[in-house]
């Protein structure tokens, strides 16, 4: 199906009645004038030649050589295909707890971010594999549905916190039901899931699930996070200790003997975390025992441009009107010299355009590969060459931010977000812009941004449950926030009314005359200390020889 790449400059056709509009004022002033003269024989010598049609035609052609102009720039384009990468893999929902028990910090700083920390080292190992997300806490929500974009899989991670559900509590047996329901029912195998939680509550569900997971051909493999020790849980807005209704201290312990249950009965491996390296590689080791089947992800699209057919139209059109005269005679110079041009320029220009657009294509399949082995250096090079050569290719500008992304240059991402929001033609490419862009805006605390960002996106898919729960958890940090700044405001205010003024120095009420007397009078009472003192170093005749 054929679209325009750049629909926003179609709105260049709107001067269209504007230069009609012009041409009719232009017929009237050319009629008034003729009047003007007055002598009817004498207007006729002067416009003797002059055509009124060929004039006519002249502003038809120009008229329809600016529409072509208009639509060349809107780059009309045909999609061709996809380009498509094969690999083997096996898919993963990780189900991440982010209830409040996962705070206490016998595992430091504590145990939700070491817990994140070890799902970033499972999606680097698992870079053949689709990943997915799934945090639970009271309730379970997909924070990231299965996707071969693991880069994209970090950015919801990062975003991960205790905000994310606000219900309490660890239903494992919803979040195993989630991440069941995120994967392919028409694949019955190569399927696992990582359950990452303290186990702290105790979840009697959670065995029968796994059970029915196990028969659907689905590994369910545990980490357990904290302590069987345990350890208080700090409430993070009043940075105290939790405490139950008796006000005795909440402790929270690791459930170990639930994770090993469910590990046992879903066919995986349980492991105690230890080491976020350690971890990561015994659980990959038991992945590769299910098996590898292909999996086929679509990398960008590949299209075809007419943009140059309407820019090759609109160049004849307004040849042929250079051609045309407003009066019968026209000067031969004058026809032979765009003749010339045709025969020259135009098909250089026609070359150029076709040069330029295969030239960015194949910097695109430079980056993606670029990007497939992680050298993100050279993917975001690769994309900055083709944004040279073709700068309307909002494919190499969303995967420029991706790549820049990952090379922790934020502002950088930022802009290409931005900048494909503004010029990408397909809802669903703006819309993945602004969500991206959002997640990094979160990321980087900026909540009125990010806000903006969830919203935009919503706009244009307001089905997008996972924009619709970040823009919540993003107004309640802003909620938050607000009312931490209007605490510190109040502190602030109260401090300083609390202040006295210092004291100010008295203006001296001793006349310059009393001044001058004192002076002189202390002058002379030196003077006579001086000459006592003098006479005393005289008489003495044990002067020492050293004074330190």
Same mark, same amino acid.
């Given at each position: 199906?054929?679209?325009?790449?750049?629909?926003?400059?179609?709105?260049?056709?709107?001067?269209?009645?504007?230069?009609?509009?012009?041409?009719?004022?232009?017929?009237?002033?050319?009629?008034?004038?003729?009047?003007?003269?007055?002598?009817?024989?004498? $207007?006729?010598? /002067?416009?003797?030649?002059?055509?009124?049609?060929?004039?006519?035609?002249?502003?038809?052609?120009?008229?329809?050589?600016?529409?072509?102009?208009?639509?060349?720039?809107?780059?009309?384009?045909?999609?061709?295909?996809?380009?498509?990468?094969?690999?083997?893999?096996?898919?993963?929902?990780?189900?991440?707890? $982010?209830?409040?028990?996962?705070?206490?910090?016998?595992?430091?700083?504590?145990?939700?971010?070491?817990?994140?920390?070890?799902?970033?080292?499972?999606?680097?190992?698992?870079?053949?594999?689709?990943?997915?997300?799934?945090?639970?806490?009271?309730?379970?929500?997909?924070?990231?549905?299965?996707?071969?974009?693991?880069?994209?899989?970090?950015?919801?991670?990062?975003?991960?916190?205790?905000?994310?559900?606000?219900?309490?509590?660890?239903?494992?047996?919803?979040?195993?039901?989630?991440?069941?329901?995120?994967?392919?029912?028409?694949?019955?195998?190569?399927?696992?899931?990582? /359950?990452?939680?303290?186990?702290?509550?105790? =979840?009697?569900?959670?065995?029968?699930?796994?059970?029915?997971?196990?028969?659907?051909?689905?590994?369910?493999?545990?980490?357990?996070?904290?302590? $069987?020790?345990?350890?208080?849980?700090?409430?993070?807005?009043? @940075?105290?200790?939790?405490?139950?209704?008796?006000?005795?201290? $909440?402790?929270?312990?690791?459930? !170990?003997?639930?994770?090993?249950?469910?590990?046992?009965?879903?066919?995986?491996?349980?492991? /105690?975390?230890?080491?976020? =390296? !350690?971890?990561?590689?015994?659980?990959?080791?038991?992945?590769?025992?299910?098996?590898?089947?292909?999996?086929?992800?679509?990398?960008?699209?590949?299209?075809?441009?007419?943009?140059?057919?309407?820019?090759?139209?609109?160049?004849?059109?307004?040849?042929?009107?250079?051609?045309?005269?407003?009066?019968?005679?026209?000067?031969?110079?004058?026809?032979?010299?765009?003749?010339?041009?045709?025969?020259?320029?135009?098909?250089?220009?026609?070359?150029?355009?076709?040069?330029?657009?295969?030239?960015?294509?194949? !910097?695109?399949?430079?980056?993606?590969?670029?990007?497939?082995?992680?050298?993100?250096?050279?993917?975001?090079?690769?994309?900055?060459?083709?944004?040279?050569?073709?700068?309307?290719?909002?494919?190499?500008?969303?995967?420029?931010?991706?790549?820049?992304?990952?090379?922790?240059?934020?502002? =950088?991402?930022?802009?290409?977000?931005?900048?494909?929001?503004?010029?990408?033609?397909?809802?669903?490419?703006?819309?993945?812009?602004?969500?991206?862009?959002?997640?990094?805006?979160?990321?980087?605390?900026?909540?009125?941004?990010?806000?903006?960002?969830?919203? @935009?996106?919503?706009?244009?898919?307001?089905?997008?449950?996972?924009?619709?729960?970040?823009?919540?958890?993003?107004?309640?940090?802003?909620?938050?926030?607000?009312?931490?700044?209007?605490?510190?405001?109040?502190?602030?205010?109260?401090?300083?009314?609390?202040?006295?003024?210092?004291?100010?120095?008295?203006?001296?009420?001793?006349?310059?005359?009393?001044?001058?007397?004192?002076?002189?009078?202390?002058?002379?009472?030196?003077?006579?200390?001086?000459?006592?003192?003098?006479?005393?170093?005289?008489?003495?005749?044990?002067?020492?020889?050293?004074?330190?």
């Amino acid at each position: 199906m054929f679209r325009f790449q750049h629909i926003e400059f179609l709105l260049v056709l709107a001067a269209i009645p504007f230069m009609l509009l012009l041409y009719v004022l232009l017929k009237r002033w050319k009629n008034r004038a003729m009047k003007k003269i007055g002598d009817p024989p004498l $207007v006729k010598q /002067l416009i003797q030649g002059f055509s009124s049609k060929l004039f006519a035609i002249k502003f038809v052609l120009v008229l329809i050589g600016f529409s072509l102009c208009g639509f060349a720039v809107a780059d009309l384009v045909k999609p061709i295909g996809t380009q498509k990468i094969n690999r083997k893999g096996i898919d993963v929902m990780i189900a991440l707890d $982010v209830s409040n028990s996962m705070l206490a910090e016998d595992i430091k700083p504590n145990r939700l971010e070491r817990a994140k920390q070890l799902v970033g080292k499972l999606i680097d190992k698992l870079a053949d594999d689709k990943v997915g997300i799934v945090v639970f806490a009271g309730r379970a929500y997909l924070q990231m549905p299965l996707t071969s974009d693991h880069s994209a899989a970090k950015m919801y991670l990062s975003s991960a916190s205790t905000d994310n559900v606000p219900t309490q509590g660890t239903v494992i047996n919803q979040a195993l039901k989630m991440s069941y329901a995120a994967f392919n029912t028409k694949e019955k195998k190569y399927r696992a899931i990582i /359950l990452i939680s303290d186990g702290e509550d105790h =979840d009697e569900d959670a065995i029968d699930v796994t059970k029915r997971l196990a028969e659907e051909g689905v590994m369910v493999n545990t980490v357990g996070i904290g302590s $069987v020790q345990g350890a208080p849980i700090r409430d993070k807005e009043t @940075n105290e200790y939790k405490k139950d209704n008796n006000g005795n201290t $909440v402790v929270s312990k690791l459930n !170990e003997e639930e994770l090993k249950s469910i590990a046992q009965t879903g066919n995986g491996l349980y492991q /105690l975390f230890s080491s976020a =390296d !350690e971890v990561a590689d015994n659980i990959h080791r038991k992945l590769k025992t299910i098996g590898q089947t292909t999996l086929t992800g679509s990398s960008f699209g590949v299209y075809k441009n007419y943009f140059w057919y309407f820019l090759l139209a609109a160049l004849i059109i307004l040849l042929i009107e250079s051609l045309v005269p407003e009066r019968v005679k026209m000067n031969s110079i004058k026809k032979g010299l765009p003749i010339i041009f045709v025969i020259t320029i135009a098909p250089v220009l026609i070359g150029a355009s076709k040069g330029f657009s295969q030239s960015a294509k194949k !910097e695109i399949i430079k980056g993606n590969e670029a990007y497939k082995n992680k050298q993100y250096n050279e993917a975001a090079a690769s994309y900055q060459k083709a944004l040279k050569k073709s700068t309307g290719n909002t494919t190499a500008l969303y995967n420029h931010g991706n790549a820049l992304y990952k090379t922790k240059k934020i502002d =950088d991402a930022l802009k290409a977000y931005d900048n494909t929001t503004k010029t990408a033609q397909t809802n669903n490419l703006k819309q993945k812009a602004y969500y991206n862009g959002g997640v990094v805006l979160q990321s980087q605390n900026k909540l009125v941004e990010c806000i903006k960002a969830y919203k @935009n996106a919503l706009k244009l898919d307001p089905n997008d449950e996972q924009a619709r729960q970040n823009l919540q958890r993003a107004l309640q940090q802003l909620k938050k926030q607000d009312q931490k700044d209007k605490k510190q405001d109040k502190k602030d205010k109260n401090k300083n009314q609390d202040k006295k003024d210092d004291p100010k120095p008295q203006p001296s009420k001793i006349s310059k005359q009393d001044a001058e007397e004192k002076l002189k009078s202390l002058l002379e009472h030196e003077k006579n200390l001086q000459d006592k003192l003098h006479k005393v170093k005289s008489s003495s005749t044990d002067q020492p020889e050293k004074d330190w």
